[in-house]
């Protein structure tokens, strides 16, 4: 499996940015999924983000063109830089990635955005 570490959460304002970080324990071209999902208070986590295989990526239609995902092979690494933030983001965000057949999951950043 992979542990995941995630950092970069916090309280912000709308059209505010957040960088978020997670740090993985195995190289990133061994994972075959990284991304980011979220949960808010009394809902279902969905989608945010994902790096898949060769670096194709994919993104929840709510977040298109305001955040994007990256990743620092070197220091295994993978970025989400989330840009004019709105309420509605608030969220717990979580690391996740697939390696081999197993799924695992980071603890979870807080970002909160007033309004």
């Known amino acids: 499996q992979v542990q995941l570490v995630e950092s970069g959460g916090g309280l912000v304002q709308a059209g505010g940015s957040l960088r978020l970080s997670c740090a993985a324990s195995?190289?990133?071209?061994?994972?075959?999924?990284i991304g980011w999902y979220r949960q808010a208070p009394g809902k279902q986590r969905e989608l945010v983000a994902l790096i898949i295989g060769g670096g194709s990526t994919n993104y929840a239609d709510s977040v298109k063109g305001r955040f994007t995902i990256s990743r620092d092979n070197a220091n295994n690494t993978v970025y989400l830089q989330m840009n004019s933030l709105k309420p509605e983001d608030t969220a717990v965000y979580y690391c996740?990635?697939?390696?081999?057949?197993?799924?695992?999951w980071g603890q979870g950043t807080q970002v909160t955005v007033s309004s």
């Open positions: 996740y990635a697939i390696y081999r057949t197993f799924g695992s």
């Open positions: 195995r190289t990133i071209f061994s994972i075959n999924t």
